[in-house]
């Protein structure tokens, strides 16, 4: 499975901030992402257990619907004090609006009287050929959560979120450096050092 200079890649996503981030993280590799969205590819229901198995789902179907190669990541937010929730329901907590206010101010309330307020950010990548090879990555970033929300540079539930060793949220920082430290750059870290890119590099 290789993917030269100039190759399409779909990026599985009808999610505008995850779209955006997920080009920044290719952009230096020669590939041409292209959403989902603008290619007008249904989503599929997402109906696995896990991120991966989400992953698996959404990167197929791209892959299949499209005729390319395609990208799909399945991401959420993990609480401790929760047992893990949302999890792979992070994205429908938000409502059929994706409304992050929403599903952060459940949160907060899910939360009125816990004092261990720590968290992670899971993220599962799939790659998939249409009609067959699939190669899967994953990647994690620890923290806590703090309330109010904060910041106007990211998506979903950064502006809750603070990484180990910062204070500032992921919604505050810089998007060049948080696309460096996020769960999503973490697993694009082993997927661009899997040899996928070798003839782009």
């Known amino acids: 499975m290789k993917l030269p200079r100039g190759s399409v890649l779909v990026v599985a996503s009808h999610n505008p901030g995850k779209v955006r981030e ?22 599929p229901e997402e109906t696995g257990a896990t991120f991966i198995a989400n992953a698996e789902l959404k990167a197929r179907a791209a892959a299949d619907a499209s005729g390319h190669a395609a990208l799909a990541d399945d991401s959420g937010l993990c609480v401790n004090a929760l047992g893990g929730a949302p999890g792979i329901y992070s994205a ?27 968290a992670y950010f899971v993220c599962a990548l799939c790659v998939a050929m249409p009609g067959g090879e699939m190669r899967i990555f994953e990647g994690e970033a620890h923290g806590k959560l703090a309330f109010p929300p904060r910041g106007e540079k990211g998506f979903g539930y950064d502006p809750i979120f ?3 060793g910062l204070d500032e949220t992921f919604a505050e920082l810089d998007p060049g450096y948080k696309h460096s430290i996020s769960h999503r750059a973490r697993a694009f870290e082993k997927l661009l050092h899997s040899g996928l890119f070798t003839e782009a590099m």
């Open 92 to 118: 429908r907590w938000a409502g059929p609006t994706k409304n992050f206010s929403i599903a952060m101010a459940r949160l907060e309330k899910e939360l009125r009287g816990k004092t261990d307020l720590t």
């Open 162 to 164: 603070i990484p180990d």
């Open 22 to 43: 997920i080009k920044a993280l290719l952009g230096p590799h020669g590939i041409e992402p292209v959403s989902a969205g603008d290619l007008n590819l249904p989503e």
